[in-house]
């Protein structure tokens, strides 16, 4: 693919580089699109295991690719549940149901909380992890944008014009319900679409999101890991 990966736009620092947040938004629901289509558009469900910015591939237009299938595996489409020897995929982007066996079973909602890992750093152009941050609550950026929003702050990304803060917000609201820690309470990715291509004024704010079962907070876990 002639424009490389993703992670190469998102991730930059060159000022040079034309990568405005109508195209990261169009990007994102190509890729939300893409997963979709793996999930419930084939005979078989096929469930990705390792969405992640170096995965999605643009083309000379940025149209995106779900790309590196190396850890896929196929389903039958009625399958809810899939059994696995081992968990699989990046740190970063793997569900907490790969880890944890309390929280719910293993199915097509991992690729949902990748898909909501990879749209957090998409919509804030960094990595959702900061071991170098000021302060503990900055090391987990969706907890710290959650606060942002739930007390209806600005999103603080410098020489954004309105319209910009808004197609933000909204991917910062979807990727909060897919990162949810409970496959259940985790929209399907043919819902996620949906939820991308509507009014932010139709969405809910998600509850606060967690990284682990028990009650220890994310921030604490964290930093007690570094």
């Given at each position: 693919?002639?424009?490389?990966?993703?992670?190469k736009?998102?991730?930059?620092?060159?000022?040079?580089?034309?990568?405005?947040?109508?195209?990261?938004?169009?990007?994102?629901?190509?890729?939300?699109?893409?997963?979709?289509?793996?999930?419930?558009?084939?005979?078989?469900?096929i469930?990705?295991?390792?969405?992640?910015?170096?995965?999605?591939?643009?083309?000379?237009?940025?149209?995106?690719?779900v790309?590196?299938?190396?850890?896929?595996?196929?389903?039958?489409?009625?399958?809810?549940?899939?059994?696995?020897?081992?968990?699989?995929?990046?740190?970063?982007?793997?569900a907490?149901?790969?880890?944890?066996?309390?929280?719910?079973?293993?199915?097509h909602?991992?690729?949902?909380?990748?898909?909501?890992?990879?749209?957090?750093?998409?919509?804030?152009?960094?990595?959702?992890?900061?071991?170098?941050?000021?302060?503990?609550?900055?090391?987990?950026?969706?907890?710290?944008?959650?606060?942002?929003?739930?007390?209806?702050?600005?999103?603080?990304?410098?020489?954004l014009?309105?319209?910009?803060?808004?197609?933000?917000?909204?991917?910062?609201?979807?990727?909060?319900?897919?990162?949810?820690?409970?496959?259940?309470?985790?929209?399907?990715?043919?819902?996620?679409?949906?939820?991308?291509?509507?009014?932010?004024?139709?969405?809910?704010?998600?509850?606060?999101?967690?990284?682990?079962?028990?009650?220890?907070?994310?921030?604490d876990?964290?930093?007690?890991?570094?």
């Amino acid at each position: 693919m002639s424009n490389g990966s993703l992670d190469k736009f998102i991730f930059s620092r060159n000022e040079n580089i034309d990568f405005s947040y109508e195209k990261v938004y169009k990007i994102s629901i190509g890729v939300a699109r893409g997963i979709a289509y793996l999930h419930h558009g084939c005979e078989m469900q096929i469930l990705h295991f390792d969405i992640k910015p170096h995965n999605i591939l643009l083309d000379e237009n940025f149209i995106p690719k779900v790309s590196d299938f190396g850890l896929a595996k196929l389903y039958p489409i009625d399958n809810s549940i899939v059994t696995m020897t081992a968990a699989r995929g990046t740190i970063g982007y793997m569900a907490p149901e790969l880890f944890y066996n309390n929280v719910g079973g293993i199915s097509h909602k991992a690729d949902v909380y990748s898909f909501g890992m990879l749209l957090m750093e998409m919509a804030s152009k960094r990595k959702n992890l900061n071991p170098h941050a000021e302060h503990s609550s900055q090391l987990y950026f969706p907890l710290w944008i959650y606060n942002h929003i739930r007390e209806k702050e600005d999103i603080d990304i410098k020489d954004l014009s309105e319209e910009e803060k808004l197609i933000v917000k909204k991917m910062i609201i979807v990727a909060l319900w897919c990162i949810q820690l409970k496959p259940k309470d985790r929209p399907s990715m043919n819902r996620v679409v949906e939820m991308l291509e509507r009014n932010i004024k139709d969405l809910e704010i998600p509850p606060k999101p967690t990284l682990f079962p028990d009650e220890m907070s994310v921030g604490d876990q964290i930093a007690s890991s570094i």
